[in-house]
């Protein structure tokens, strides 16, 4: 079937959840056999979010084709489980530098550049491209209606309704219906306001998706629907749910995929929702609880280890208990006394990070977890830190350190200066640009026969996705495996250790990769599925 095209904007504030509400009808869709491909496109002029720090952006995802992507991008792939790729999400930055690219080039010789139609038409080619293979292409644009940077983002989805017609193109708005409760009322306005804000630029939302903390009664929900120009069936309901995964369920019953089906004209396939049904049950009837705790810098923001926090929950399904997160600074491990905030935590996880700032408190806690046997679970950075531990506090090398802090004696972690890619060797240097230049997604690597890595994986070779620009000192080997540091993991060239782990430990593991990136609730990885397990190992020995 050709592609059919639904593009979801978003009204009144951001944080509504487009994101989530685009995962999950596209896991909707596919419940009922069709494919689907989901796109971002952001209004900034960052060419990717990959400078940005946590507080602005949240989680850097990264795709398996090495893009550093918006966090919505995760979203997509762990409800529908189709892997995005680089041109899946799209930004003013790239935009505008493709378009700049031309007209240094002389393709646009003798026309003056302008906003329309030149990056109107960029816009275009970039969200239809490489959607062949969908049945439907779900579009999803950042920011709020009425920010002036996404003008030209909505200028080129009309222009797409208008020519590619009402037959393939679909707009969805998700807007928010506040009880405010002084007057105890659903308020309407709001919803009005930015459907007319979208309509003064020239489109008219098919559904509105709205957003509340309650059922919309049928007068509030005819109100929308003749204020905004919009069919009563199609202002859809969008109450919060109590867990992320119930939302497909949710918007289900409320109608959005069959009401989009019935706009398209489709007939509707009876869905297969099973899959869902599974994870919501087990997520509300856990047999088991264990506490994690997630010793990190960006802490206080959720969005910044997003992905890391449902692959934790993920593991919890595959082993049929709740885990609860206890968010953890780093630095309060750098003060006299506070170690006890890891007493009776059933497992420590150290994740990916950046700069010096609260690396002594993780070290703390890898030493806690090493010294008291607790599972211990290093991504990226908690790796890196665990090495660290391990040739300060145990192999007693001076000036031990990583060079990502300045210059140091022994880098134990060091600057990437080359790898191969395939049969490619890529070259680095201390001066090169920050953007798009780290050790980006898909590697192989080895497991060594024998090891806890192996029997986790039950395979010899892996590809997890990257996003590192320092790595454990392949010097140093001999000398950490003196003091117990199994490298169980090593690149194909052996120049590259991936994984580390601890024959003197129930369950201590560092990884150089991001699997939590490649974590679905219907295919949990499996080292957080094995970590958790050795966590509730654990909470039953205390
Ligand atoms: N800062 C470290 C590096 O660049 C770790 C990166 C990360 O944790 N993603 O190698």
């Known amino acids: 079937m050709t592609t059919l095209f639904v593009f979801i904007t978003g009204g ?26 989901l796109r971002k496109l952001d209004p900034y002029l960052n060419i990717d979010p990959g400078t940005m720090s946590p507080y602005q952006h949240g989680e850097v995802y990264v795709t398996s084709d090495g893009a550093e992507t918006d966090l919505d991008l995760g979203h997509y792939e762990r409800f529908t489980g189709v892997n995005s790729r680089r041109s899946d999400n799209i930004t003013s930055g790239q935009i505008y530098q493709s378009v700049i690219a031309k007209e240094r080039r002389g ?8 906003v329309i139609p030149h990056v109107t038409d960029e816009i275009k080619r970039f969200i239809m491209s490489g959607t062949e293979d969908a049945d439907f292409a779900l579009i999803e644009i950042g920011g709020t ?7 030209p983002f909505l200028e080129a989805i009309r222009q797409l309704g208008y020519e590619l017609g009402r037959d393939r193109t ?4 998700v807007t928010l219906v506040p009880r405010i409760s002084v007057a105890g009322e659903l308020k309407t306005k709001p919803t009005q306001h930015s459907v007319k804000e979208l309509r003064s630029i020239g489109i008219q939302p098919d559904i509105l998706l709205c957003r509340c903390t309650e059922p919309l009664p049928e007068g509030v929900r005819r109100k929308i629907a003749l204020f905004c120009n919009v069919r009563e069936e199609d202002v859809i309901a969008a109450p919060d749910a109590a867990s992320l995964y119930e939302v497909p369920l949710t918007y289900h019953q409320e109608g959005l995929d069959s009401q989009v089906l019935k706009i398209f004209r489709l007939d509707a396939r009876p869905p297969n929702l099973n899959r869902w049904e599974t994870i919501v049950e087990r997520v509300h009837a856990p047999e088991g609880r264990v506490s994690i705790a997630i010793v990190g810098k960006y802490t206080e923001l959720r969005d910044a280890y997003i992905s890391l926090g449902e692959a934790l929950v993920h593991g919890g399904i595959a082993n049929r208990v709740s885990v609860d997160l206890k968010w953890l600074d780093a630095e309060i491990f750098e003060r006299p006394d506070t170690i006890h905030h890891l007493d009776g935590v059933d497992g420590i996880l150290v994740p990916g990070g950046f700069g010096e700032r609260g690396t002594r408190g993780k070290i703390t806690a890898a030493q806690f977890a090493r010294e008291h046997k607790v599972p211990y679970f290093g991504i990226c950075f908690g790796m890196q830190m665990a090495v660290l531990e391990a040739a300060r506090n145990l192999a007693k090398i001076d000036g031990a350190s990583s060079s990502e802090f300045g210059p140091c004696k022994v880098p134990v972690v060091g600057l990437l200066t080359e790898w191969m890619r395939g049969n490619e060797i890529v070259v680095r240097s201390g001066s090169d640009p920050l953007g798009g230049t780290m050790r980006l997604g898909n590697y192989e690597c080895r497991l060594k026969p024998d090891s806890l890595a ?42 590259l250790p991936e994984i580390i782990e601890r024959a003197d430990h129930p369950w201590f593991v560092g990884v150089q990769f991001h699997p939590e990136l490649r974590s679905r609730p219907f295919e949990p990885h499996p080292l957080f599925q094995s970590f958790i397990k050795a966590a509730f190992a654990q909470s039953r020995l205390v």
């Open 170 to 173: 679909l707009f969805i708005h």
């Open 145 to 151: 209606v009425g920010d002036i940077e996404s003008l």
């Open 107 to 114: 393709d646009y010789l003798g026309a003056t550049v302008q």
């Open 454 to 495: 192996h029997s986790i994986y039950g395979v010899d070779t892996i590809v997890e996705r990257h996003r590192h620009r320092y790595e454990v000192n392949i010097n140093l080997k001999e000398q950490l495996e003196e003091v117990g540091v199994v490298f169980s993991g090593m690149s194909p060239d052996n120049m």
């Open 12 to 37: 009144v504030v951001s944080s509504l959840g487009k994101g989530l509400a685009s995962a999950a009808l596209g896991a909707a869709l596919q419940a009922r056999g069709y494919k689907v491909r």
